[in-house]
C-alpha cells in the first residue's frame, strides 16, 4: 500500500473529523510547488485559524506534537476561546508552507507561547464574528450569546459558518497586547482531561508515523557512516555489493556515503555488505579522563548569571567554615525509540522533505543552504515519529533523505538504524560544576560561589549542523548549539553574598545539541545537591533550609515546598538519618529537591525515598513524590503524563545512562551497551499538580526533570552519609564511595 | 532472486514477494504488508517494538527470518487484536489508562501484554513487571503501562 502524502491526506488523517477541502488552499497542488494563498505570519489571524462554510475549525501550529499530547491540548484552547466544540477542530502542523513559524518545538514552550498565541487568534476571531454578528442581527455585540460555534440574539441566530465560512479574516494580532480572553471561571473545554485524540489509532497500529509513510516511486536508502567520527573515505568497493538485489546505487559525496534500493530490506544488506576503506582518526578524549578534558578545554566566554555582594571577600571572611564540591553529569543520547527517519523528494528544482523535525521552519533553511537551493523552493512537512526529547536524528535524516534523493532523482525514504541513532544523534555535552560556599558560626549561609563548565552557544542561532552536509563537505553554518544551557545555573535563594559563572567552553567533544531539560537538569542537580550539602553542614531539615532562604515573597515556590512536606509525610530532621553510617545490608533514606524554572516559570518540589544496597552498590528507588506548579492547566491529565515522563526518564538517566566512546566513536551503539530503565525498577509516583487557573499556563514538558538527579543524590546521603557527585550513580561508583566514606 | 512466501498474518492467507528468505519478518509485515503496528526499533531483538505473536507467543519480529516461517503458523499483528472502533480488551485498558506518550514502544508493550495474560489471566504486580521487563519505552510511559495491564487483567 502506498500512501501519497497529499495535505488532503494528511488533513483527512489528523484527527477525528474531516475537514472541509475548502480550507485547503490548491490541494494538491502544493505538493507540487504552487505558491501558497495562506498567510503564515505571526502577526495575521488567518496564519492560525480558519473557519469553513459548515462552521469546522482548521487550526494551523507551528508547534508540533512530539508525543506529548500538545494537538489535544491546543484544540482544548482554540475550543474553549472560540466556544465550538473539541470535535469540530481539527490541528495541521508543522507544515513550512502553512503553519505559522512558532519557533522551534522546545523548551517546554509549546503550550505557554504556543497555545497562548493560539489563544489570541481565537478570541481575535470571537470577537470579530460577534462584531460581524451583531450587525447581521441588529443586536448589541453585548447582549449576543455563542455557543458551540453559533451566536444568538434571542431567537435570531447565526453560524460562524455563515459568517466566515471559507473566507478569511484578514485581521492583525498582536501577540505582546493579546485580546481579551475568556474569564477562567468560565472555562469548560480547558481545564478538562480530554482524551488524547492519536491514542486508539496507536494502540490499535493505524496510526502513521514517519516511519510508515510511503510516497509513491518511492526508494529506501540507508546511510554508511564512518567508523570514527572524523575519519576520511579513502575507498569504496562497489562490487561488494554487486549481488544485492534491487540495488540502485551506492552515493559517495565526499565523506557521505549511503546507498539506494527498491526494499527497504535490500537498502539494510548493501549498507551492512558494502565494503569502503576509511582512514583512521583519533580525536575523541579518552573516556577516563573525561572531566580533566573538559576543565583544559578554553573558555572563550564567563558568563556572570548571579551576582550580589562580594562573595570573594564572603569567602575569606574569618571564622566562617567553608564548603566546597565538584559535580559532574554523564553525556547522554536522546535515545529515541524509533530511529530517526525522512523521505525526501528532489523534483523540478525543488525540494519536499517529510520528517519529524522539531523545527520545519529552520530545517528549511539548513537544507537550502546544503544545497545551494533558494529556501523557497524548499518544503518541509512535519509527521510525526518517535519521541525525540530533543533535537536528535530527525534533522540529520532529513538532509540524508536530501542528498540520496537528489543522487536518484526520486524520492528516498531514509531509515536510521539503531547504530545510527545511538551513534549519530547530537549529544547532551558532558557538563562540570564547582560550588563554594561559606557558612557563618551562626549555621547561615554568607557566600554561595559556582563555575558551571558549559559548551559555548552560538549567539541568536540553534542551528545543530545536519551531519550529512558534513560529512559531505557541503556548505552550513558552524554553529555549536546545546541549546540554552546556561539556565538555573543561577540560584532561587536569597544570600548575601553570590556569584554564579558559566565558564563557557570553545568546544565539547561531541556535536551537541539540547536533550530534555538541557542544562536546567545539570545545573539543577549540582545546585540542589550542594543545598543540601550546606543544610547538612548546618544541621538544619533541608525544606526548613531551603525555605529559610527563599524570597518570603514567592508565595507559590513556598506553597510547593509546604505541600511537598504533607504530601511526603515528611519528617522534619536534618540529614543524614542517624545510623546512617552503620547498619545492616539496605540502607534507606529520602532526599528532596526544588526547581523555580529558569527562576520565572514552572515550580516543582520532590521527595525520593530510596534504599540502597550496601554490598552491591545498587540503588532502588521506591517512592517519588512531587507537588508541580505550571499556573493554568489546559489538561490535567496530559500534564499528569508529562511529568511522570520526566520523572522515570530522569530516574534512567540518573542511575544507568552514561555515553561510552573510544577516542574515534562512540562504542555504545546499541540498548545492551547503553541500558535504560525497565519495568522491574519502576517506584511508585505520587504527584500533586496545584493549578492556578487565574494565572497565565507555564511549560510542563520539562521542569520535573530538573530535579530528580538531585533529590536521589540527597537521599543516598541521608542513607548512608555518603554524598554522590558524579551521575550515573551506577553500583561501582556507589560501591566505590561507600568505601571511601566520603 | 524474487520468490514468493506464503504467511498466515491477521487470519488472512497472504502472499509476499521477497528477494531474500533470510528478511525478517518484520520487514515483509511492514514493507510487503503495509502493516504499521509491528515497528522497527533496533533490529536487535533488545528493545521489543516490533513485537508480534506467532500462534499466540510474543515474539521479536526483527528476529524471525521468513525462512523459518511455515505459512500454517499464525501470526498476529497489533492491528488483528482490535481496531479503534473495537479494541481489544487490552488495547482498551491502554486507552481508558492513556498510557502511551509518543506510542511508539506501545505495540511491543500491548502484544507483550495479551500474551502474558492469556497463560496468566490474574498476574501479580511483580508478574507484569518481569513480563514487560525486556521491552523498553524512553517516554517513561511505565507508570501508566502498568496500570493499564492491571486494568486489563481486572486487578485495578
Known sequence: MNINVSRRDLLKGSGALVVSFSLVPAGDALAQGAAPAKPVALTELDSFLAIDARGQVMVYSGKVDLGTGITTALRQIVAEELDVPFSRIALLQGDSRLTPDQGKTWGSLTIQVGGMQLRNAAATARGALLEEAAKRLSAKKEDLKVADGVISAGTRRVTYGQLIGGKGFALKLDHAKPAQPKDPKDHTVVGKSIPRIDIPSKVTGRFAYIQDIRVPGMLHGRVVRPPAIG????????????????????VRQGNFLGVVAQSEWGAITAAQKLKATWSTWQGLPEQAKL???????????????????????????????????????????????????????????????????????????????????????VYCVYLEGSGCYGRNGHEDAAADAALLAKAV??????????????????????????LRAAIDAGGNVTAWESDFFIPQQTAGSFMVPLTGATLAGLPQKGDIAPGNVFQNSAIPYKFANVKTVCRRLESTPFRPSWIRTPGRMQNTYANECFMDE????AKV???????????????????????????????????????????????????????????????????????????????????????????????????????????????????????????????SLDWASYPILTFPDVPEVVIELINQPNTPPWGAGEPSAAVVPSAISNAVFDATGVRLRSIPYTPDKVKAALAGGA | MAQRKSLNVNGKSVR?????????????????????????????????????????????????????????????????????????????????????????CINGMIMESVALLATNRKPSDADIRKALANNLCRCGTHVRILAAVKRAAGIA
Request: include cysteine; aromatic fraction near 4%.
Open chain 1, 541 to 667: 531539615d533541608p525544606i526548613e533550609f531551603r525555605l529559610k532562604y527563599l524570597d518570603p515573597t514567592d508565595r507559590r515556590g513556598i506553597e510547593v515546598l509546604t505541600r511537598l512536606k504533607a504530601l511526603a509525610k515528611w519528617e522534619t530532621r536534618p540529614s543524614p538519618q542517624a545510623g546512617s553510617g552503620a547498619g545492616g545490608n539496605i540502607a534507606r533514606g529520602r532526599g528532596v529537591s526544588y526547581v523555580k524554572y529558569e527562576l520565572v516559570r514552572t515550580y516543582v518540589g520532590i521527595v525520593a525515598d530510596v534504599e540502597v544496597d550496601r554490598a552491591s552498590g545498587a540503588i532502588r528507588v521506591t517512592r517519588i513524590t512531587m507537588t508541580h506548579d505550571c499556573g493554568q492547566i489546559i489538561n490535567p491529565d496530559g500534564v499528569r503524563n508529562q511529568v511522570e515522563g520526566n520523572i522515570i526518564q530522569t530516574l534512567s538517566r540518573t542511575l544507568i545512562e552514561e555515553l561510552k566512546f573510544d577516542r574515534s566513536m562512540v562504542t
Open chain 1, 534 to 537: 550546606l543544610a547538612a553542614a
Open chain 1, 231 to 250: 575519519a576520511t573515505l579513502q575507498s569504496v568497493d562497489e562490487s561488494s555489493v554487486k549481488g544485492v538485489a534491487g540495488l540502485v546505487k551506492v
Open chain 1, 409 to 434: 532523482g526520486k524520492p528516498v525514504r531514509v531509515q536510521w538504524s539503531r547504530a545510527d541513532e545511538h551513534g549519530w544523534d547530537p549529544k547532551g555535552p558532558p557538563t562540570l560544576i564547582d
Open chain 1, 291 to 377: 572531566y580533566e578534558h573538559v576543565r583544559a578545554t578554553k573558555v572563550v566566554q564567563d558568563q556572570v548569571t548571579g551576582n550580589v555582594g562580594d562573595t570573594a571577600a564572603a569567602l575569606s571572611g574569618d571564622g566562617v567554615r567553608k564548603l566546597a564540591a565538584t559535580y559532574d553529569f554523564a553525556i547522554h543520547t536522546h535515545g529515541s525509540m524509533g530511529p530517526s527517519c525522512a523521505i525526501a523528494e528532489l523534483k523540478d528544482g525543488k525540494l519536499t522533505s517529510w520528517s519529524a523535525s522539531q523545527a520545519t521552519h529552520d530545517l528549511r533553511k539548513q537544507l537550502a543552504e546544503m544545497l545551494g537551493m533558494s529556501a523557497d523552493d
Open chain 2, 16 to 104: 509476499v514477494t521477497i528477494d531474500d528468505p533470510e528478511m525478517p519478518l518484520l520487514y515483509a509485515l511492514r514493507d510487503n504488508l503495509a502493516l504499521r503496528g509491528p515497528r522497527f526499533g533496533c533490529g536487535l531483538g533488545q528493545c521489543g517494538a516490533c513485537t508480534v505473536h506467532v500462534d499466540g507467543k510474543a515474539m521479536r519480529s526483527c528476529q524471525l527470518p521468513l525462512s523459518r516461517l511455515t505459512s500454517s503458523q499464525r501470526i498476529v499483528t497489533l492491528e488483528g487484536l482490535g481496531s479503534p472502533q473495537q479494541p481489544h480488551p487490552v488495547q482498551k485498558a491502554f486507552i481508558d489508562t492513556q498510557a502511551a506518550q509518543c506510542g511508539y
